[in-house]
């Protein structure tokens, strides 16, 4: 069968993202991944509350980041999660975002060192091992997970970097376990990170085959095609106009974002994304999400998977039971 993963963000209660995780288990999806991102909902409980109503499918963190949590205890996290779903947990990890890490004290300075520390001392405290480590953003003296009742054994907890700008891309070929490949980016962008994630690999000693590619794939499909594309192209809107990192990966001319900065401010309102959506047009939302009828956004999912991704990581905007039926039937066909 066909991989496929379910994305969610904060558009679900709780109580129903527990459902749907549920609900992908049971149609063959092989994991759900919870986003982390602005400043609403954490991973952490969703992924918690999805391993606990689950038996099979995988849970992932998509993504949290790397400067807010001490290594301690994001390390305390992921066995914690792990004690829960043993072998199912995924540590899907990013450098997050400006504004908003300024807005809240963060600088992102070095990013690429500051992410190859953590996944360091992530990875060897996750391997029971006792870890000293002196580096520039993490200063850790002789710690360890200190487990006493339960499994002392290492944890199989894969580390994925959810990576947009080439220079991540390739460390993270270098060093993860897996990359989580950005959403609202067009196929082509993915042969400029196919060609990073190689380089990196290669560095590591191994092929661009040792490194999963899931993709987030925003998906919106509806058997009323029209209102299928206004849901992609509002959310499209929001984030073209706020996040600068999809921007540039995007494809999208530069005229058009101009044109979009010009009525969104940050964090936009309702009013000003809706005042912003007519700026972008049918082909431009297609060219980054999978949108329109159910054989529209398969083929922009085969699209994406031809370019080098191994799992569309599907964010449904309408109906997601809708959509885990349709793909549940495969996208190959």
Known sequence: MDRLALYLQDAHSLQEGMELAQYAEAKGFEAVWQAESRLVRDAIVPMAAFGAVTSRIKIASGVINNWTRNIGLLAATFLTLDDLAPDRIICGIGAWWDPLAQKVGIDRRKPLLAMRETIEVLRRLLAMENVTFHGEFHHVDGIQLDVVHGRKTARNVPIYIGATGMKMMEMAGE???????????????????????????????????????????????????????????????????????????????????????????????????????????????????????????????????????????????????????????????
């Open 175 to 333: 060093i993860a376990d897996g990359v989580c490949l950005n959403y609202l980016v067009n196929p082509k962008y993915n042969a400029e990170a196919m060609d990073a994630l190689e380089a990196g690999a290669k560095k590591a000693g191994r092929t661009i085959d040792a490194i999963d590619r899931p993709q987030l794939v925003i998906c919106s499909v509806d058997n009323d095609r029209a209102h299928a594309l206004n849901m992609a192209r509002k959310m499209m809107t929001q984030y073209l106009g706020q996040q600068p990192h999809l921007m540039k990966a995007s494809g999208v001319s530069q005229e058009l974002l101009d044109e979009i900065h010009q009525v969104l401010t940050w964090p936009a309102t309702e009013e000003e994304i809706e005042g912003a959506m007519h700026l972008v047009p049918d082909d431009v939302v297609q060219l980054c999400t999978a949108s329109g009828s159910p054989a529209e956004v398969k083929a922009k999912v085969r699209e994406y998977i031809a370019s080098g991704a191994t799992c569309p990581i599907l964010y449904p905007l309408g109906d997601p039971k809708l959509m885990i039926d349709i793909f549940s039937d495969g996208y190959q066909g």
